[in-house]
């Protein structure tokens, strides 16, 4: 058992992009979850479903391919707030990732967003990553 699942889902989806899987899972927790709805909307992922083994609850994300040479859609993905160091922003500071052709998912007190999405509500919190 990991003791942060954050970095263990972008991990395998990082490594799965490596390899150029088509199919990679994940443990299915809430913040997990809300992790890859985000990137089921903002088009890094093609599709996703839930999935139980022995009572155990997973996540199979469809990663998503250019073209005929398989380059991935995912390009980079960074690990930014730890659990040894947590690292927040304010409305004024959201990060833009590559001139808005990445995102940064947060953690805000409207639940995980995207930085143009907390940035239209006005708000800040602890970034999660950045994904390119």
């Known amino acids: ?4 699942i954050i970095a263990d889902t972008l991990t395998r989806i990082r ?3 490596l390899v150029r899987h088509q199919i990679v899972r994940v443990l299915k927790t809430k913040i997990t979850f809300s992790l890859i709805q985000i990137l089921k909307e903002e ?3 093609s599709s996703f479903e839930e999935i139980e083994i022995s009572n155990v609850k997973y996540l199979l994300l469809c990663l998503k391919y250019h073209s ?20 927040y922003v304010n409305k004024g500071n959201l ?3 590559l001139n808005n052709l990445g995102i940064a998912i ?6 995980i ?18 994904i390119w």
């Open 68 to 87: 005929q040479k398989r380059q991935p859609i995912i390009t980079g993905i960074k690990r930014i707030s730890k659990p040894g160091l947590r690292i």
């Open 113 to 130: 967003l995207t930085n143009n999405k907390a940035k239209k509500l006005g708000i800040g919190g602890e970034v999660i990553c950045y």
């Open 43 to 45: 088009g890094y992922i």
């Open 15 to 17: 490594n799965a992009n």
């Open 106 to 111: 947060l953690s805000t007190s409207k639940g």
């Open 1 to 4: 058992m990991t003791t942060d």
């Open 95 to 97: 990060p833009n990732i």
